[in-house]
């Protein structure tokens, strides 16, 4: 069974510092690992997919990563607006079972101006 | 604009009533997903479905039931043998299933008194 789990629950930072959130995954086989960012009220919005270890993937202040076993999620020089809670999904290959995706509950990031 | 369509945004249903949940795209996808949100938990698959006229069970099938008669369309039923059926419901699409990235609607808030 897939297995997703993210940590810290939640994050408080002041604008401007510097962090990075954690998914430890474990899968049969993965197929792929996902990255959304989800406002209070509304649908998670996709951020990054990766495939294989040692994979990057940059968007504006956000930056993902991937080992064999969990994915950093760093945020450099945050500002208020990247505020949210903030959700990895793995994808496996294990065959037969669902095509969908396996959440974290996700971190809840608050950013202080 | 291509995107996700949910209707309504919320949905009130007294116990015991069957209550449909409208999912539309027009991104031209062949797979698409509904998931559950609950407070502290991450998003859970309930059914998905990869082409026209063919569906599978999610993590937690048991008292939904989906059609896909559309490619644009797939609407979830939700019975009153759901026993917890409030929560906020999501709807996604991808372009293909195994390893892309989904694509969330706006979501439904269904509260069941």
């Known amino acids: 069974e897939d297995q997703v789990t993210q940590s810290p629950e939640a994050l408080r930072l002041q604008e401007g510092e510097s962090s990075s959130l954690n998914c430890s995954y474990t899968?049969?086989?993965?197929?792929?690992l996902f990255w959304y960012r989800q406002d209070p009220g509304k649908g998670p919005e996709f951020l990054f997919t990766?495939?294989?270890a040692g994979e990057e993937k940059e968007k504006e202040r956000l930056k993902a990563t991937l080992t064999k076993k969990e994915s950093f999620l760093h945020i450099t020089a945050p500002k208020p607006e990247d505020s949210a809670t903030y959700l990895c999904?793995?994808?496996?290959?294990?065959?037969?079972?669902?095509?969908?995706?396996?959440f974290g509950k996700g971190t809840h990031l608050i950013i202080q101006p | 604009d291509g995107g996700i369509t949910q209707s309504p945004k919320y949905l009130f249903r007294k116990e015991g009533q069957n209550v449909t949940l409208s999912c539309e795209q027009n991104?031209?996808?062949?797979?698409m997903y509904w998931y559950r949100q609950d407070p502290g938990q991450g998003l859970r698959l309930i059914y998905y479905?990869?082409?026209?006229?063919?569906?599978q069970k999610g993590d937690i099938a048991e008292g939904y039931s989906v059609s896909r008669e559309k490619k644009e369309s797939f609407p979830l039923t939700v019975t009153s043998a759901q026993k917890n059926p409030t929560a906020f419901y999501l709807c996604?699409?991808?372009?293909?299933?195994?390893?892309?990235?989904?694509?969330f609607g706006p979501g439904t808030r269904l509260t069941v008194t």
């Open positions: 479905s990869q082409i026209v006229n063919d569906f």
């Open positions: 990766l495939y294989s």
């Open positions: 996604a699409s991808s372009l293909r299933t195994g390893g892309n990235e989904q694509y």
């Open positions: 899968v049969s086989g993965l197929r792929g």
């Open positions: 991104l031209n996808h062949d797979a």
């Open positions: 999904a793995v994808q496996s290959w294990s065959g037969g079972g669902a095509d969908g995706l396996t």
